[in-house]
Structure formats: C-alpha cells, structure tokens
C-alpha cells in the first residue's frame, strides 16, 4: 500500500464509528522501508524484492503483535 491508498482507506472510515486501526505493513519492516511498492510491472527481481520486503514486514508484524509479555 502506498501513502495515497493508505490516505483513501482512512477517509473512508471517517465519520463510520469503526474502531478498526489501518497501518501500514511497511511500518513493520526492521528495515524502515514503509512504503511497499506495487511490482506490477517490474521484471523478476522488482517482484522478489516486494515478496522479500512484504516477507520482513509480515515478521516484523508477527514479532510485535504476538511477542511473549
């Protein structure tokens, strides 16, 4: 997701009530690179470098959400 479809998803749970919490996935990543990048139309290597940045994130989200207390 990007700043714009990030910014989209938070206007539209405006005035809903929803307690629902929108963060970004790149937030996660232990190599501060936020924003994840659509490879769409990137060659190979574009589109490993997303799986391995959204891979980090997904630890990252993992380690914090459900780290021992």
């Not at 206007?11 to 924003?35: F, N």
């Not at 990048?37 to 940045?53: A, I, K, L, M, N």
Request: charged letters at 30%; hydrophobic letters at 30%.
């Amino acid at each position: 997701m990007d700043n714009a479809n990030f910014k989209n998803v938070q206007r539209l749970l405006q005035g809903t009530g929803s307690k629902a919490k929108v963060e970004m996935l790149g937030s996660y990543d232990p190599k501060k690179q936020k924003v994840i990048s659509d490879p769409w139309t990137g060659s190979d290597r574009v589109f490993e470098e997303c799986y391995q940045h959204i891979y980090r994130s997904l630890e990252g989200f993992l380690k914090t959400e459900f780290a021992e207390h």
